[in-house]
């Protein structure tokens, strides 16, 4: 059984940074379309981005430029580097992937980001 867990939320100010985790419990190169979601209450979940096997990555248009996906394979592990927040950032953080054709979400962490 695969499990994802964040980690790396928190309180931060405007203008400032976090950088979140998503461990995997297994190996990552056996979980698919691995990807970061957001979700603000009273929201839905957004997509926020997602990395490859092979380390490209793709943005929502609104973190495009402030918030960066990658992966350290050997740590099993993504992350989500995110510059330059705003309050409109803040919300639960998600780590997603598809193991054995099964999506697969991790607990979230909560981002914070005050004005």
């Given at each position: ?67 960066t996906i990658s992966r350290d394979n050997a740590k099993n592990t993504i992350y989500l580097q995110m510059n330059s927040l705003k ?29």
């Amino acid at each position: 059984q695969v499990q994802l867990v964040e980690s790396g939320g928190g309180l931060v100010q405007a203008g400032g940074s976090l950088r979140l985790s998503c461990a995997a419990s297994g190996n990552i190169f056996s979980i698919n379309n691995m990807a970061w979601y957001r979700q603000a209450p009273g929201n839905q979940r957004e997509w926020v981005g997602n990395i490859i096997t092979g380390g490209s990555a793709n943005y929502a248009e609104i973190v495009k430029g402030r918030f960066t996906i990658s992966r350290d394979n050997a740590k099993n592990t993504i992350y989500l580097q995110m510059n330059s927040l705003k309050p409109e950032d803040t919300a639960v953080y998600y780590c997603k992937g598809v193991y054995r054709g099964t999506i697969i979400w991790g607990q979230g962490t909560q981002v914070t980001v005050s004005s």
